[in-house]
């Protein structure tokens, strides 16, 4: 009984590999990929344009400081 389970299980799984779409497989692949690249890129150059936000305003503030001293 276990073992007829197995068999038609695994034959339903052969099946549908069988009748898979490939190609639309391959082609979201091909745009996943650079989406989730952009995605990275956008985060790392937001991250590092708040930081040099952060530095310039605190720069700012310590040369006029400097100056006024």
């Given amino acids: 009984m276990k073992s007829e ?8 799984l052969m099946d549908a590999f069988k009748y898979a779409n490939y190609r639309r497989g391959f082609k979201v692949a091909l745009l996943v990929v650079p989406v ?30 400097f100056v006024e001293k």
Avoid: A, M, N, P
């Fill in 5 to 12: 389970l197995i068999v038609k299980l695994g034959t339903k």
């Fill in 36 to 65: 989730v690249l952009w995605d990275v890129f956008f985060y790392v150059v937001k991250k590092l344009y708040e930081v040099c936000s952060w530095l310039d305003e605190k720069g700012g503030k310590f040369l006029q400081d």
